[in-house]
């Protein structure tokens, strides 16, 4: 009798093993555009089959990002993980698709029909990328590099012009050298040279005449 009973438990211990931990989702929610009302609906689904919900209380979100907020948790089964999940706002559906991890604990925005006014800050699916202000940065970071370069350029520019004015500089100096190389031009140019000239002339005239006599 009492292995009679031991057998029959067997195969009723085997099938108690725990589920693998949900996946839980928070985020933002939009309706045509605008923000889904507290009361709305959100349903997950895998296979076809619903596997969890959450009716939305703050005006365009559902769930919070906290260990204690409300979340959408998504119960799955052995086998589940890399599974597609889809979701239904309020019966309808919504384009987005997400993959079932177990344990998983994921910010994930919904639309159903026309997109937000200003494309939700990055798109929906996924928390918003910084992708965008990284580009920004590198083009900001090429702009002031381009800008140090042409500086240096401009500097050097003028340091060529003042090369050019110190070799006009000693041209100047070797033409003025040339011109007043001959010591009798000099004297030939000073006051009253010619007059001086003139007088040691007749004083060699009268010296000659009373040699003479």
Same mark, same amino acid.
Request: aromatic share 4%; net charge negative.
């Given at each position: 009798?009492?292995?009679?009973?031991?057998?029959?438990?067997?195969?009723?211990?085997?099938?108690?093993?725990?589920?693998?931990?949900?996946?839980?989702?928070?985020?933002?929610?939009?309706?045509?555009?605008?923000?889904?009302?507290?009361?709305?609906?959100?349903?997950?689904?895998?296979?076809?089959?619903?596997?969890?919900?959450?009716?939305?209380?703050?005006? @365009? !979100?559902?769930? #919070?990002?906290?260990? =204690? $907020?409300?979340?959408?948790?998504?119960?799955? &089964?052995? *086998? %589940? +993980? /890399?599974?597609?999940?889809?979701?239904?706002?309020?019966?309808?559906?919504?384009?987005?698709?997400?993959?079932?991890?177990?344990?998983?604990?994921?910010?994930?925005?919904?639309?159903?029909?026309?997109?937000?006014?200003?494309?939700?800050?990055?798109?929906?699916?996924?928390?918003?990328?910084?992708?965008?202000?990284?580009?920004?940065?590198?083009?900001?970071?090429?702009?002031?590099?381009?800008?140090?370069?042409?500086?240096?350029?401009?500097?050097? @520019? !003028?340091?060529? #012009?003042?090369?050019? =004015? $110190?070799?006009?500089?000693?041209?100047?100096? &070797?033409? *003025? %050298? +040339? /011109?007043?190389?001959?010591?009798?031009?000099?004297?030939?140019?000073?006051?009253?040279?010619?007059?001086?000239?003139?007088?040691?002339?007749?004083?060699?005239?009268?010296?000659?005449?009373?040699?003479?006599?």
């Amino acid at each position: 009798m009492v292995a009679v009973s031991t057998l029959s438990a067997a195969p009723i211990a085997a099938s108690d093993d725990p589920p693998p931990p949900p996946h839980s989702f928070h985020g933002e929610v939009y309706v045509d555009g605008e923000p889904a009302p507290p009361g709305t609906e959100i349903v997950a689904m895998i296979d076809g089959e619903e596997r969890g919900e959450i009716v939305v209380s703050e005006n @365009g !979100t559902y769930g #919070g990002p906290t260990v =204690g $907020d409300e979340k959408l948790v998504v119960h799955g &089964e052995e *086998g %589940d +993980d /890399g599974k597609e999940i889809t979701f239904l706002v309020d019966g309808e559906a919504v384009s987005e698709t997400a993959t079932w991890t177990a344990g998983g604990d994921d910010e994930f925005h919904l639309v159903v029909g026309d997109a937000p006014s200003g494309g939700g800050g990055g798109g929906f699916g996924a928390p918003p990328s910084d992708s965008d202000g990284d580009d920004g940065g590198s083009a900001q970071a090429t702009s002031e590099e381009t800008d140090g370069d042409d500086d240096e350029n401009a500097g050097d @520019g !003028t340091d060529d #012009g003042d090369s050019d =004015g $110190d070799d006009s500089d000693e041209a100047t100096s &070797e033409d *003025g %050298d +040339d /011109g007043s190389g001959s010591p009798d031009d000099d004297a030939s140019s000073m006051p009253g040279f010619g007059s001086a000239s003139a007088l040691l002339g007749l004083l060699a005239s009268v010296a000659l005449l009373a040699r003479r006599r």
